[in-house]
């Protein structure tokens, strides 16, 4: 039960903070620290770095083979240290992601950067990308982490 709550509450902290602010911050308009993030919402209906605009179902289908592909890494494999954080993050920002096109047809964002001409995103976004940074990292230095579960 440990490992479980250890592989699934990073994806649904994820999960749970991209719903609460997509509800209550999703319409405002607000400078946020001046000069470095702000909020305004965007419909995005393509994928990262505007990929597939307009293409929901290729997105969803998309979503769904990641999730599975994380399902299957945390279940066949017996992943340790970051790797079932990181793979967790990506499941939640995908899944929150997931919702928001299934309920809508695009994917709400809001988070803006400022001091760079750059993608607005989301919280499931930066679930996503952090969670595959993470990846990255742990199969570069750690690759021990990503063994084979004994059966």
């Not at 479980?4 to 509450?9: A, I, M, Q, S």
């Not at 964002?109 to 989301?122: K, S």
């Not at 230095?141 to 004994?150: E, M």
């Amino acid at each position: 039960m440990k490992n479980v709550l250890k592989w699934t509450l990073p994806g649904l902290m994820v999960l749970i903070l991209d719903r609460l602010v997509k509800t209550y911050c999703g319409e405002m308009e607000i400078t946020l620290i001046p000069g470095v993030i702000a909020l305004r919402p965007a419909k995005n209906t393509g994928m990262a770095l505007g990929l597939f605009q307009d293409n929901t179902l290729l997105i969803l289908l998309a979503s769904i083979f990641l999730v599975g592909i994380c399902a299957c890494l945390l279940r066949s494999m017996r992943p340790q240290g970051l790797a079932p954080v990181a793979i967790s993050l990506m499941a939640g920002g995908a899944i929150g992601n997931m919702i928001d096109r299934l309920a809508l047809g695009y994917v709400v964002d809001m988070f803006e950067l400022l001091f760079m001409d750059f993608y607005i995103f989301n919280v499931a976004d930066a679930g996503v990308v952090s969670g595959a940074f993470l990846c990255g990292l742990s199969l570069l230095f750690r690759p021990q982490d990503w063994s084979k579960r004994k059966k």
